[in-house]
DNA sequence: CCCTGATTCGC
DNA sequence: GCGAATCAGG
């Protein structure tokens, strides 16, 4: 990764921590990269301890931290081209909330990730995508975040918070 | 097991 | 500054 922290990622990031995504949603929003790099970001531009519960402040111990000796380095492949597509950032403001008929979902959804209703599990998103009754009717499948029932994207569009909802339409 | 944020520290 | 590894916890 070479293009470290723009100042639009940095504002999304800033957005969505306050609106109270967890790093890991925010890390699928942004994309090509990992919840801890989001986290790091967060207590650097110390914007940690949103309205949470104390949880104990970790009073943490330090470790010998076993040599890393080869980094793994994040095997994530980047996106090049065809970025319509990719950009997550805030793209579903753009339109009304219409889930079924959703233009930046549909199509978008890879073939071995759909989900017929059988196949839906604790793990798999249960965004419905399509007409209920046609043949190709089929559930995102992809992977769930936190305890909600749909994955990242899914999930940003269906706890959208009203003032977001407001300021999209308005 | 899944997940969360917090922290450390090699790079 | 960055973020993987690790921790503590739900």
Redesign the pocket.
């Known amino acids: ?1 070479t293009w ?2 723009t100042d639009e990622r940095v504002e999304t990031l800033r957005k969505l921590w306050t609106d109270g ?5 925010i890390a699928g929003e942004l994309g090509g ?12 531009l110390g914007l ?2 949103r309205a ?2 104390p ?9 010998p ?5 080869y ?4 095997p994530r492949p980047a996106m090049r081209g065809n970025t319509a597509l990719a950009q997550p950032a805030y793209a579903y403001l753009d339109y009304e909330a219409e889930p079924e008929q959703d233009p930046i979902t549909d199509n978008i959804i890879p073939m071995g990730q759909r989900c017929s209703i059988v196949e839906l599990t604790e ?1 798999t998103c249960r965004w419905p995508i399509g007409d209920p009754g046609s043949a190709d009717f089929y559930f995102c499948g992809g ?4 305890n909600h029932p749909y994955c990242a994207h899914h999930c940003r569009m269906a706890y959208q918070p009203v003032q977001d909802r407001r300021r999209a339409r308005r």
């Open positions: 990764m470290v922290w995504l967890s790093a890991s949603q990269i990992t919840r801890n790099a989001v986290i790091g970001k967060v207590h650097r940690s301890g949470k519960a949880s104990t402040a970790a009073p943490r111990q330090r470790k931290r076993a040599a890393a000796q980094a793994p380095r994040a793990a992977k769930t975040v936190a």
